[in-house]
């Protein structure tokens, strides 16, 4: 499993809520402790450049998270945050590019994506990775269709937002967010995986949100069980087998007793195994 991972693209948590800032380093930490990666497994990038940050948000809401005139999705203008944004998005488009080249399935250890609109950032997230990486594809012609399975807990409506405002095309956008919240839903969450799956089979290239945040114990999850996610994602892996495909972290909350994320990189654990 190739991973796409600079330790620029983490950042510290600041007193957040969230741990994704930070999380980058300790998922791939884990992994590469654990064996499920190797050091030539991990690959560098180029982190984005402003022009493709505006691809897909207003100039003046990028100029001013980058510049810290104004508060990027954590609620802050902490300068380590405002630095890492590029590499983030970088990580997801440099990923998309390889599974496109190779026809294969790459990990992008990322979050923090799909809250933020065309000129706002909200909920964790600052600028939206998602649509930055499908619209530079899309602008260059390397792909005339992406399909966005979002399978955080929440509802993606930053995606949303800059797909209506810009009048996107090519994009099949699915996300979870917008219909599960509740436990005792997971026979009706397949059987909507199973449409979207149906719905992305034959586009270009799948860009999977493999969120941690959708299990029973998650504080801002509770829909699915440890066994429910991972014939999640058995199912995405399995439909595009062999086809591009990036996957990124996604939300997760849960803590252990000692305050740290345990719990969160015991599932994005689960995810690369399936992944492998």
């Known amino acids: 499993m190739k991973v796409f991972y600079r330790p620029e693209q ?3 948590n600041a007193g957040t809520f969230s741990p994704s800032a930070s999380k980058p380093a300790l998922v791939v930490q884990d992994w ?7 050091d030539s497994d991990v690959l560098g990038f180029e982190p984005v450049s402003r022009a493709d940050l505006q691809r897909a948000h ?11 005139r104004i508060a990027n999705g954590f609620g802050n203008r902490d300068a380590q945050v405002a630095a890492s944004l590029p590499y983030t998005s970088g990580s997801l488009l440099a990923a998309a ?20 609109g065309y000129d706002s950032a909200a909920g964790f997230c600052t600028f939206n990775g998602l649509m930055i990486a499908a619209m530079a594809l899309l602008e260059r012609g390397d792909v005339q269709t992406i399909g966005i399975l979002d399978c955080d807990v929440h509802y993606g409506n930053g995606t949303d937002d800059i797909v209506h405002k810009l009048g996107v095309r090519g994009i099949r956008h699915h996300t979870m967010g917008a219909h599960f919240h509740h436990r005792g839903e ?43 996610m ?12 062999g086809r591009p495909l990036v996957w990124n972290l996604a939300g997760g909350y849960q803590r252990d007793a000692n305050g740290g994320i345990e719990p969160v990189l015991k599932l994005h654990r689960a995810t690369a195994q399936i992944q492998n």
Do not use: M
Request: aromatic share 8%.
């Open 10 to 12: 983490t950042a510290r």
């Open 32 to 38: 590469l402790a654990r064996s499920l990666i190797q």
């Open 58 to 68: 207003d100039g003046e809401f990028v100029n001013g998270v980058l510049d810290l």
């Open 97 to 116: 590019r390889h599974a496109l080249e190779h026809r294969e399935n790459v990990c992008s250890p990322t979050s923090g994506f799909h809250h933020a």
């Open 186 to 228: 997971a026979s009706t969450f397949q059987q909507w995986l199973d449409r979207a799956i149906e719905d992305c089979r034959d586009v270009d290239l799948l860009i999977y949100q493999a969120g941690a945040d959708p299990h029973v114990d998650d504080p801002l999850g509770g829909v699915l069980t440890g066994v429910q």
């Open 230 to 241: 991972a014939k999640r994602d058995h199912a995405v892996f399995s439909a595009f087998q």
